[in-house]
C-alpha cells in the first residue's frame, strides 16, 4: 500500500472540504463522536474528553502515515461537521471498507451523499479499488439509503461477525459510474 498516496490528498466538492484531521480539531471531533445521535448505531468507545478525542487524532495519524487507511473529516465553512475513510484495505490494495459520520445537524442537507460521492471517485479512480464495502446497523434507514442511493447493494450472504447488527453492503468498480 506504499504507493497508494505519497502526500496526503485534500479533496473538494461544491460545498466540502475533506482534508486531514488536525490536532486543532479536538473540540469539534468531540462534539461529534460524543454526540448520541451520531453514535446510536455504533458499538466503540465513546470520548470522555478532548484528551481522549487527542488520542484517537494520533491514532489516525499512524494509521495514515503506515498507509493502512486513511481519513478525511468534512469541513464545511471552516467548521469540521463530519468524517469519511476508507480503511481495511486488502493485499493488492483493490479493496477497502469505507466508513462515515456526520454530526445530526447537518442531517439531510445532502452533505454525506456529497462527500461520499468524492470518496468514492477518489478510491476507484486515484487508488484504483475494485470494490468498496460499507458495514451499517441494520435499523440505521439513512445509512442504508445513502447507500443505496450511490449504487451499493445488499451482500445478503455475507455477515458481519464482530457486530451482529450489522449489515453489509458493496459496490464494485464497474456499477460505480
Do not use: C
Not at 461529534?32 to 488520542?55: C, G, H, M, Y
Amino acid at each position: 500500500m506504499n504507493n497508494l498516496f505519497t502526500t496526503f490528498p485534500e479533496l473538494k466538492t461544491a460545498r466540502l472540504l475533506l482534508r486531514e484531521v488536525l490536532l486543532k480539531d479536538k473540540v469539534e471531533l468531540f462534539e461529534l463522536r460524543s454526540n448520541d445521535l451520531v453514535n446510536k448505531f455504533t458499538t466503540r468507545n465513546i470520548p470522555k474528553n478532548t484528551q481522549d478525542v487527542e488520542s484517537f487524532i494520533l491514532d489516525i495519524h499512524e494509521l495514515v502515515n503506515s498507509k493502512k487507511g486513511i481519513y478525511w473529516v468534512l469541513e464545511y465553512e471552516h467548521k469540521v461537521i463530519g468524517s469519511i475513510g476508507l480503511r481495511h484495505f486488502n493485499k493488492n490494495n483493490t479493496y477497502a471498507e469505507i466508513g462515515y459520520e456526520l454530526h445530526p445537524d447537518f442531517h439531510g442537507l445532502g452533505f454525506m451523499s456529497e462527500a461520499l460521492k468524492k470518496v468514492l471517485w477518489f478510491g476507484f479512480t486515484k487508488l484504483q479499488l475494485m470494490e468498496i464495502e460499507a458495514y451499517t446497523h441494520g435499523e440505521n434507514e439513512s445509512s442504508i439509503k445513502l447507500l443505496k442511493r450511490h449504487k451499493f447493494q445488499l451482500k445478503k450472504d455475507k455477515i458481519d461477525f464482530h457486530f451482529e447488527n450489522n449489515i453489509i453492503f458493496g459496490l464494485i468498480k464497474n456499477e460505480y459510474q
